[in-house]
RNA sequence: GCGGCUAUAGUUCAGCGGCAGAACGCCGGUCUGUGGCACCGGAUGUCGUGGGUUCGAACCCCACUAGCCGCCCCA
């Protein structure tokens, strides 16, 4: 049979590269729970009209990119149901809202969500059929304040801490209105018009897109098209009176909290759900997949999915794309986290038993402790203590009949004899002493 | 789904038609209760998979698979 391999864009994360995952993850519920979210978790499959009627039918996620199968029936009287891998979470979390009849409590929710999504895309760096986000949503009765600017403010200075406490330097927030469910398709059709006459002086790229996507236009990166691009008409000029008022107390109330943000007229959001507010956190060094995390407004969804007017914002963070960015950053910083506290060598077999017990003691007392084997020399068991651990407990036959066992710290390489008993109080100082050097 | 580049030891890579290599790592020894440093020795492997050309293929050709880069799209 041949080499088993994990599918093509899924992959194993493997130490020590999960410590930083947990890391990431961590830190996350720790910002969100500041924040007042509190965690939520929904099927990792739903029926497949949940994500074709709120994602969109048209996007690409849900015409070509999605894992579907049918689920046959079991019984006559069962139903046979197409079922979806999720290729996002909001239509997810959205669908949980109105299930539970969270607009009942008459207060805002406030939910995130870490977890597996899945999109059958070209894999590339940060790019993975299976993905990993992180993300959260904000949603309720209008009579809970969901529509307000205010959410959608504190939403993005929440993630702005989040990425800080991350220590995730150099980011930006790009940040845009695509306006109202009836100013975006009113947009899209001017934009088509004006680029009808100007189409043949852009790039190949671009005159497929006017056709195809005419917002995409807006992305390109030629230089060339750049002036022509500046000429065409402006998502800004189509909002209505409420969204513009609504953008404009986002930016002030992120001004008046010093969250630097870059408005970004072209920042034109793929997924049909999106209304008023939609950003992008970026980070350079991720080559085309540049975007951190994404996010906006999504003042219609429980309407489009059956449910009860509820408007909400929320977000989905890249974790694959965060984690490459933090790698990057810290390449040189890291080490010493993974050596464990002490290595409990047993020199002879018959000194395995109480070397167990010893570990046994010094990990109740919080110590990351690694037990060796009695089989090995001396010599060995000094090897695989220097790899794994930054001391190193000897328990042969001298130091099991004196009580004095001999410990030796890798860094200073000091070594002393320790009464059995006081072990785990000296190590535990020695260690504590160690990390602040 | 489309285009380009790539695939050789555990890892990073060299070799580009004529014996399968280096560095690091790994194992052993110098050193029989002492790691790191040094020195000595050892094992690495379907050269991604399958086919073709050739006296001879890791090397040239074709297909497939996978990774990377870009397009599409998106976190």
Redesign the pocket.
């Known amino acids: 049979m041949?080499?088993m391999?994990a599918?093509?864009?899924?992959?194993d994360l493997l130490p020590p590269e999960t410590e930083l995952w947990n890391r990431v993850e961590r830190t996350a519920c720790d910002v969100f729970a500041r924040y007042g979210f509190g965690e939520i978790r929904t099927p990792i499959f739903e029926d497949t009209q949940l994500f074709a009627r709120g994602v969109g039918e048209e996007?690409?996620?849900v015409s070509?990119?999605m894992y579907t199968w049918e689920d046959r029936a079991r019984a006559q009287s069962e139903k046979s149901q197409s079922l979806t891998l999720r290729p996002?979470n909001t239509a997810g979390v959205v669908r949980a809202y109105i299930e539970h009849k969270l607009a009942e409590t008459g207060l805002l929710q406030k939910l995130y969500y870490i977890g597996p999504q899945f999109?059958?895309?070209?894999?590339?760096?940060?790019?993975?059929r299976q993905?990993f986000?992180i993300g959260a949503e904000v949603i309720g009765p209008p009579s809970a304040g969901s529509e307000s600017p205010l959410r959608d403010a504190e939403v993005l200075e929440m993630l702005a801490t989040l990425l800080d406490a991350l220590g995730i330097a150099g980011w930006t927030l790009e940040l845009n209105s695509v306006g109202s469910a009836t100013d975006r398709p009113r947009y899209v059709q001017a934009l088509r018009e004006a680029l009808i006459p100007v189409a043949a002086s852009l790039c190949d790229?671009c005159q497929r897109?006017a056709v195809?996507?005419p917002l995409?236009v807006l992305?390109?990166?030629v230089p060339e098209d750049q002036p022509v691009i500046e000429t065409l008409p402006k998502i800004a000029d189509f909002l209505d009176d409420a969204s513009r008022a609504h953008f404009a107390a986002v930016r002030s109330a992120l001004d008046a909290c010093g969250v630097p943000y870059h408005v970004n007229p072209r920042l034109v959001?793929?997924?049909d759900y999106y209304t008023r507010t939609t950003f992008?956190f970026t980070h350079g060094g991720l080559?085309?997949?540049n975007?951190?995390?994404?996010?906006g407004r999504y003042d219609g969804l429980s309407e489009m999915l059956g449910g009860p007017r509820a408007p909400g914002i929320g977000f989905?963070?890249?974790a694959?794309?965060l984690v490459l960015t933090l790698q990057a950053m810290d390449s040189a910083a890291r080490g010493d986290e993974a050596l464990l506290d002490v290595y409990v060598a047993p020199?002879g077999e018959a000194q395995q038993n109480a070397a167990l017990q010893l570990a046994r003691e010094l990990r109740r007392q919080g110590l990351r402790v690694e037990l060796g084997d009695g089989s090995f020399?001396?010599?060995?068991a000094?090897?695989m203590?220097?790899?794994r651990a930054r001391s190193i407990i000897?328990l042969?036959?001298?130091?099991l009949q004196s009580g004095q066992l001999?410990v030796?710290t890798?860094?200073s390489?000091e070594?002393t004899k320790i009464a059995r008993d006081e072990i785990g109080d000296y190590l535990c100082r020695a260690m504590r002493v160690g990390e602040q050097n």
């Not at 975007?291 to 996010?295: E, F, I, R, T, V």
């Open positions: 041949a080499l391999k599918v093509r864009g899924t992959r996007t690409d996620i070509k990119e996002e999109r059958r895309e070209r894999p590339q760096k940060g790019r993975y993905f986000q790229d897109r195809t996507n995409r992305d390109c990166k959001r793929g997924l992008e080559g085309a997949q975007a951190l995390l994404g996010g989905a963070i890249g694959d794309r020199i020399r001396i010599k060995k000094f090897e203590a220097d790899k000897l042969g036959e001298d130091e001999t030796k890798f860094a390489g070594q």
